[in-house]
């Protein structure tokens, strides 16, 4: 019934439904690539500890000089790093198609805003500044990713930096707060 008064508002909701389901979609990629962030991490320490135990064994007459069991457990774990990385170059392109889909979303929500008023109580202006919001704190997200990764690749950073910043999640977390905001406040007018 609601979509016989007010299709294009009806319209509206099932853009910001789709976009709900783009946000959690990001969020899931983005979990399971801290994950490879963090075997990214634990691969160095491993190769550094058999690097250092490496340097001992060279260097003392009473241990037995390295191996091949010693070479090819380097060659495997630079395989898992690589591994590893291409793991996070993939989360990152699914994470920017994500924000493809979203903007794809922020145009179809301008095309209905200009077929509709206001009506029923429903202000489409507030969808589309929601929506407006969440695309910008995604893609700045991203846009954050993106940056480390590449600090991280040209050496700029740590690899503690590196995963100490991808774990942080600055721009998403305003945009939470924002939204619990703006919901505090409807609810107080609400009260009134």
Same mark, same amino acid.
């Given at each position: 019934m609601a979509q016989e008064s007010n299709p294009g508002g009806s319209t509206i909701i099932l853009i910001l439904n789709q976009a709900d389901q783009l946000t959690q979609e990001f969020k899931k990629i983005y979990n399971e690539?801290?994950?490879?962030?963090?075997?990214l991490k634990s691969t160095e320490q491993q190769f550094e500890n058999l690097n250092n135990l490496n340097q001992r064994q060279s260097q003392s007459s009473i241990l037995p000089s390295p191996s091949n069991i010693v070479e090819r457990t380097f060659n495997k774990l630079n395989q898992t790093k690589v591994e590893f990385t291409m793991k996070i170059i993939e989360s990152l392109n699914l994470l920017e198609s994500i924000i493809d889909r979203l903007?794809?979303? %922020?145009?179809?929500i301008d095309i209905e805003m200009i077929q509709i008023e206001s009506s029923n109580g429903f202000d489409p202006k507030n969808a589309v500044d929601h929506l407006n919001l969440t695309f910008d704190a995604y893609q700045a997200e991203l846009v954050s990713k993106r940056q480390v990764f590449s600090s991280f690749n040209s050496?700029?950073?740590? %690899?503690?930096?590196?995963l100490f910043r991808w774990m942080r999640t600055d721009e998403l977390s305003l945009l939470n707060k924002e939204t619990m905001d703006d919901l505090s406040d409807c609810l107080k007018g609400w009260s009134t």
């Open positions: 690539s801290i994950n490879f962030v963090q075997g903007s794809q979303l %922020l145009y179809s050496e700029e950073i740590s %690899l503690d930096e590196f």
